[in-house]
Structures are given as structure tokens and as C-alpha cells.
């Protein structure tokens, strides 16, 4: 059973930074792609930034230039480094592994930016 937590969200001004960490439970983890979802009120859950097994990134628009996607095999842990935040990046965030037909999702983490 793969199980995944998130932790690092909270309250910052705008401007500020952020750094959510996942960790994931078992070592099957390395193998495949993950990503950072978000979803905010009203709003359906969208793709934020994604890494491949091997390092390889992408990011939604958005998000480009200013939130940075990593990840550490070898303590099972993602990370979304999240700089210049803006008022408009408020949302919970999720982490999520697709492994074969299944998506797997943590609990989230609620980030707000709001002077």
C-alpha cells in the first residue's frame, strides 16, 4: 500500500516562499513519475509541476520560474520549492504517484498567500 504525506504548507505574504515536502511510504516510489497537484475552492484540481524517475520536470505555466520540482530516492521525499508566491497560488496541495491504472493521493497541505 503506498501512502503519501504531505507537510510545509502554512500562511505567507505575497512575495514569500514555501517548501512542501511528500513523503512516501515504501521504495517503490523511485520508479515512477510524481507531481504536485493543486486545488483550490470553486476550482478543479490542476497539475502544478511533475518529475520523472530519472529528474526529468515539467510545470504548468503558471508556476514556471518560480516553483522548483526535486526529489531525493534515497529518502523517498519530493519537494516543491515555491518562490514569489502570489495571492493566486492559495490552494491545498496534493502530491500524487500513478503507479500501472491507479493514482494515489496525500492528504494535502493548505497554502495561503495573503498579506
Known amino acids: 500500500q503506498v501512502q503519501l504525506v504531505e507537510s510545509g504548507g502554512g500562511l505567507v505574504q505575497p512575495g514569500g516562499s514555501l517548501r512542501l515536502s511528500c513523503a512516501a511510504s515504501g521504495s517503490i516510489f523511485r520508479f515512477y513519475t510524481m507531481g504536485w497537484y493543486r486545488q483550490a475552492p470553486g476550482n478543479q484540481r490542476e497539475l502544478v509541476a511533475a518529475?520523472?524517475?530519472?529528474?526529468?520536470?515539467n510545470y504548468a505555466d503558471s508556476v514556471k520560474g518560480r516553483f522548483t520540482i526535486s526529489r531525493d530516492n534515497a529518502k523517498n521525499t519530493m519537494y516543491l520549492q515555491m518562490d514569489s508566491l502570489k495571492p493566486e497560488d492559495t490552494a491545498v496541495y496534493y502530491c500524487n504517484i500513478k503507479i500501472v491504472a491507479l493514482n494515489y493521493w496525500g492528504q494535502g497541505t493548505q497554502v495561503t498567500v495573503s498579506s
Open positions: 518529475i520523472t524517475s530519472v529528474g526529468s520536470t
